[in-house]
């Protein structure tokens, strides 16, 4: 039986029921299985699209766990704190506003205010009132964060060199690059990111 013969039989299994065994949960009686039936017009990926998909879910997953783990040993920061550090070493005056931030980096601004509480307990960055905003709340690198993150990008981005920029040609980064921001655009587009945070990090 060829892949495609196989790959329609497949589907119409799954199509016709979807077995859930709640006899398994604890604390329940044993029940009869219950058959769900699966919509018929789910967009199932093709084969190459299921490639692809499974290609880069692997290779991100990889990536960033070696990436994390590297600057970890080299720095003690996670790839979330350094990458606050560098939004900030960028700003004016290295200080953004919590909600600017917590944007920038597409994060959830619950999210930001718990590494942004560790990053000050650790004297790399420090909050203060937005001067323009009396609710506002500004995240300023400090000079001691300054220090840790010169300390810490030159082996970061060799890193980054290592695992990914030097792996593919100019034309493969390229087009990693510009398939992200796409993904990018979509995401951010007028509410695809929704805050359920209200106004923890203003």
Do not use: K
């Not at 699966?38 to 879910?57: E, G, I, K, M």
């Not at 350094?82 to 200080?95: C, G, K, M």
């Not at 060199?161 to 792996?167: F, I, K």
Request: with cysteine.
């Amino acid at each position: 039986m060829g892949s495609s013969a196989v790959r329609c039989r497949t589907i119409s299994l799954i199509r016709q029921v979807t077995v859930v065994d709640l006899s398994t949960t604890v604390g329940c009686r044993a029940q009869p299985l219950r058959r769900t039936p699966v919509p018929d017009d789910v967009r199932w990926l093709s084969a190459t699209q299921q490639r692809d998909w499974r290609a880069f879910r692997d290779g991100t997953a990889l990536l960033f766990d070696v990436l994390g783990r590297e600057l970890d040993e080299g720095s003690g920061l996670s790839l979330g704190e350094y990458e606050v550090l560098v939004r900030l070493s960028e700003a004016p005056r290295r200080a953004l506003r919590m909600s600017e931030l917590a944007d920038d980096l597409a994060h959830s601004r619950s999210r930001l205010t718990h590494t942004v509480a560790r990053m000050e307990r650790a004297g790399i960055v420090r909050r203060e009132p937005a001067l323009d905003d009396a609710r506002g709340v500004n995240c300023v690198l400090t000079d001691h964060g300054w220090q840790v993150l010169v300390a810490a990008a030159p082996g970061h981005v060799e890193s980054v060199r290592r695992h990914l920029v030097d792996v593919l040609d100019d034309a493969q980064l390229a087009a990693l690059g510009e398939a992200m921001r796409v993904v990018v655009a979509h995401l951010r587009g007028p509410g695809r990111l929704p805050d359920a945070d209200g106004d923890a990090a203003r």
